[in-house]
């Protein structure tokens, strides 16, 4: 249980494109969904937390404007990278929490997205 | 604010041998502890986690982690290694609703 899917698993797209990332929840629902960035041999760094139904709030320094959020539904997220330029490369990986009563929400991840911006 | 220290960015042992994975935390307030393993181009798979229910946490692939607040750590260990242990690990803290905080990572290396 609690499985998450991202999708696609990699792309490359070319400079000034726009690329979207899904992120899925598969058998639960996800009132919450994370998205992170991870350089090359480095830890998470989170970019923006979504809530179902509201605006995604964006940690310091992340531009929501650039990366568009949207959490239309229980088990959907998804990330827009906006005119996307070769500093955007990068793994991006999304994660769901799931929420069980009176014990800590626990946040499951997706297998991440690689993008390469040529 | 929460911060967790993972001790050793590279960890490398033999086969068969105790692995031992540091972490520790700041807060004064016991927060949620877990740690997560993550395979070259992966997502990050829960391993265990603690929600103050036990000190001694057991999990996935025969790892398991103690909580002591005095140290304010939550070491992961495995009796005995095996080479497809080899990944990176990441040790994370929550404070109540509050976001995952991660640890640097260790990159855990298996020598047959």
């Known amino acids: 249980g609690a499985v998450v899917s991202q999708h696609p698993s990699w792309v490359i797209c070319k400079s000034g494109t726009s690329v979207k990332i899904e992120c899925r929840s598969l058998d639960f629902q996800a009132t919450t969904m994370f998205w992170y960035r991870q350089f090359p041999k480095q830890s998470l760094m989170l970019m923006a937390t979504?809530?179902?139904?509201?605006?995604?709030?964006?940690e310091q320094g992340v531009e929501k404007d650039k990366f568009l959020i949207n959490h239309a539904s229980l088990t959907l997220s998804t990330l827009t990278v906006t005119s996307a330029h070769p500093e955007d490369s990068s793994f991006y990986i999304c994660?769901?929490?799931?929420?069980?009563?009176?014990?800590?929400?626990?946040?499951?991840f997706g297998p991440g997205t690689r993008l390469t911006v040529l | 604010a929460q911060s967790v220290t993972q001790l050793g960015s590279h960890v490398s042992v033999s086969e068969g041998a105790l692995v031992l994975l540091r972490c520790n935390y700041s807060?004064?307030?016991?927060?949620?502890l877990f740690w997560y393993v993550q395979y070259p181009n992966q997502g990050l798979q829960l391993l265990l986690k603690y929600t103050s229910a036990a000190t001694l946490v057991k999990g996935i692939n025969g790892f398991e982690a103690e909580f002591k607040k005095s140290e304010t750590s939550f070491h992961l260990t495995k009796p005995s290694a095996h080479m497809s242990d080899a990944a990176e690990y990441f040790c994370?803290?929550?404070?109540?609703?509050?976001?995952?905080?991660f640890g640097q990572g260790t990159r855990l290396t298996i020598n047959p």
């Open positions: 994370a803290a929550r404070q109540g609703a509050q976001k995952l905080v």
């Open positions: 979504s809530n179902e139904g509201s605006k995604a709030t964006y």
């Open positions: 994660s769901a929490a799931l929420s069980s009563r009176g014990k800590a929400d626990t946040q499951y």
């Open positions: 807060s004064s307030v016991p927060p949620y």
